[in-house]
């Protein structure tokens, strides 16, 4: 799934967001308002990761949102 479906329906995607990185809050989640950069770098203030760990959990993110929606499809 790329990046631009999942900040066009935000509102879809940010509960599985909330899911996979539970010490986000609702302001964090309205902050991100979908974009990939800014999801990134409020996650870097949460949990203290580095970035490039982080680009990859978010491509896997991505990743797993494809096998969600392949699997309803099927």
Do not use: C, P
Not at 8 to 21: D, I, P, S
Not at 28 to 54: C, F, M, P, T
């Amino acid at each position: 799934m790329n990046w631009d479906r999942i900040e066009g329906n935000w509102v879809e995607f940010k509960g599985k967001v909330r899911e996979r990185w539970g010490k986000l809050t609702d302001d964090d989640l309205d902050v991100v308002s979908g974009k990939r950069e800014q999801l990134i770098g409020v996650l870097q203030n949460r949990y203290g990761v580095a970035r490039d760990a982080l680009e990859r959990e978010v491509r896997e993110f991505e990743k797993d949102l494809d096998r969600e929606v392949e699997t309803h499809r099927a």
